[in-house]
DNA sequence: GCTGTTTAATAACGGTCGTTACGAAATGTG
DNA sequence: CACATTTCGTAACGACCGTTATTAAACAGC
């Protein structure tokens, strides 16, 4: 019984998923959010709770919806090949909706007031899960002979990712899919073969 | 005639720069700047301008006081020890604060609401001369066949730059300096050498 | 000691922030 | 049709935002 909601709510947080991956967490009103869902700002309480917990479940269905091509990277046979998706997957992902480039996880990171806090250390956290993942990929890599003995998965994950973070942050400064694929090309010339 | 200013300047700039450095340009708050610089916002107007002058003001000194070491880096003999150089002595600068880790530059330059677009396109600015003057290096490089025929300076600078802003990244969700120090070495295994 | 000028501190401005009472409208059940 | 229940839009809340009018205090020159 009782009133029928009147608006599709994953199309709701779809809108709002990517004002948040432009404006990042205090960058956007809540304004912006409600001209986005077209949905009034109590309708958005009422289903999604207060403006953080809406933002973290903007943040999973980011990961859900548009990072769906990690897993499917870490399943490539070999690590050079999990890199290189994990690359050019995520370049794609950066340059394909001009309205709202670079990495939602990336753009909400680096800055904001003490009371941003929490959101900043949440999204600290779903990063560090996943170059975890990167990892212990390439853990598995050098112990299956993929990667050389003297290789270091840790640092090797650290590299990568800090080469897609980099990308985002280029991505966010006007960078073409062109420029970032050189960049890529660039970053997967020092990967270690199974030879040295 | 006329009153004297009771406060150093420069004294209150350095420390707003700190406050900008950490929490962004929307992130930090007069309240936040009055209290780092121990003057009232009356006294910081008079003296900066408003609050977008006012970071244009520090970002400024960011790069007189804080990337002193880029003119530095570029005239260092090979292609290979200004990426170096550069590589350490953003790992030193990005981590060498507890209280404001990363770069001032891009920590601003993700995220902001629509008032602050002015603010962000000022820093992508600032990054792209950045940008600019290492690809110009590596141009030189190339011409005096420190690198190879087949190398690409735009391609090169744009990479080098990625790992850069990745590891301001990594240093604003905590990364220690040894961590990234692993990151800088992984980058520069792919640095083209006069024989290839 | 005035006078004119610059700075200092208090306090307030209008606007926007995130959040929520509140009453009207719309449903399923008796 | 009444009823309880849920959602809707309006409108407002207190808090904080960047900015500034205002007044008192500190100086230089006559």
Redesign the interface.
């Known amino acids: 019984m009782g009133r029928h909601r009147e608006f599709d709510v994953e199309k709701a947080l779809d809108a709002i998923l990517c004002v948040f991956w432009s ?7 809540y304004t ?1 959010l409600t001209e986005a869902a077209g949905v009034e700002r109590p309708a958005l309480y009422s289903a999604f709770g207060n403006k953080e917990a809406l933002f973290a479940q903007a943040l999973d269905r980011y990961y859900e919806r548009y990072l769906d091509y990690i897993p499917d990277a870490l399943q490539k046979p070999t690590s050079r090949e999990v890199a290189a998706h994990m690359l050019y997957n995520a370049i794609d992902l950066n340059t394909r909706y001009p309205k709202h480039t ?1 990495c939602f996880n ?9 009371g ?1 806090e929490p959101v900043r250390q949440m999204l ?1 956290e779903v ?2 899960r996943g170059e975890a993942l990167f990892r212990e990929r390439l853990e598995r890599a050098k112990a299956e002979g993929d990667l050389p003995e003297t290789a ?1 998965p ?3 994950a ?2 990568l ?10 991505a ?4 073409s899919r062109e ?2 694929e ?2 890529a ?6 990967w ?1 073969t199974r030879g040295s």
């Open positions: 404006k990042g967490y205090e960058g956007t009103s912006d670079g990336i753009t909400g990171l680096l800055a904001g007031s003490d941003a600290i990063r560090a270091k840790d640092a090797l650290a590299y990712m800090a080469v897609l973070h980099g990308m985002a942050v280029q966010k400064a006007g960078f420029t970032l050189a960049v090309e660039q970053a997967l010339a020092a270690p």
